[in-house]
């Protein structure tokens, strides 16, 4: 995706496009190492995430727009990442075995942003449209 886009800019217009995104570049990274061998390299999740494992627990979902990341918002997204899943859910009451770790102890808060905003930049606008008023709505605004 990176190599396309250099062909389509200019010199000076793909200069800023890569020099304004390291955050970006560090967050691929970080996700790559600490997410992808169970969200997929390409945020493609695992097979047949929808049906429950043996042991309860799901497989991990994709984070891209077949799967439901994008209905969370910022909050949400942020906590589960930092404390896993399961903290997250018993906090909520719900009854579910969690397989989703928590990064709180490998990730500072800037990484743990750095991914989010990784995930983000992948999604088409509308889906990241659509997941900025989840935000909005999640923080109690109008
Ligand atoms: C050991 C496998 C595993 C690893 C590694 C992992 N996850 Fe997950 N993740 C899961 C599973 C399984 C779920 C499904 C929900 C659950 O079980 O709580 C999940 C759910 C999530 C969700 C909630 C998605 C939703 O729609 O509810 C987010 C966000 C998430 N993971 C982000 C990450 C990020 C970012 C990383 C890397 C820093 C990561 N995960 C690493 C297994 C993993």
């Known amino acids: 995706m990176?190599?396309?886009?250099?062909?389509?800019?200019?010199?000076?217009?793909a200069n800023a496009f890569f020099h304004n995104s390291p955050d970006l570049e560090r967050g691929r990274?970080?996700?790559d190492t600490n997410c992808a061998s169970c969200h997929g390299l390409n945020l493609?999740?695992?097979?047949?995430?929808?049906?429950?494992?043996?042991?309860?627990?799901?497989?991990?979902?994709?984070h891209d727009?077949?799967?439901?990341?994008?209905?969370?918002?910022?909050?949400?997204?942020?906590?589960?990442?930092?404390?896993?899943?399961?903290?997250?859910l018993d906090d909520m009451g719900v009854d579910?075995?969690?397989g989703m770790?928590?990064?709180g102890d490998e990730l500072t808060a800037d990484d743990i942003e750095a991914v989010?905003?990784?995930?983000?930049?992948?999604w088409p606008d509308r889906i990241r449209a659509a997941q900025s008023d989840r935000s909005r709505l999640e923080a109690g605004a109008p």
Request: no cysteine; net charge negative; aromatic share 12%.
């Open 2 to 13: 990176f190599a396309a886009a250099a062909h389509l800019l200019s010199a000076p217009q």
């Open 29 to 31: 990274e970080l996700y």
């Open 44 to 62: 493609e999740g695992q097979s047949g995430w929808q049906s429950a494992n043996e042991d309860g627990t799901y497989p991990a979902p994709p």
């Open 65 to 88: 727009e077949t799967g439901h990341t994008w209905h969370h918002g910022d909050t949400m997204l942020l906590d589960y990442i930092r404390r896993g899943g399961q903290a997250v």
């Open 96 to 98: 579910f075995t969690s």
């Open 101 to 103: 770790p928590g990064f």
């Open 116 to 122: 989010l905003d990784y995930i983000k930049s992948t």
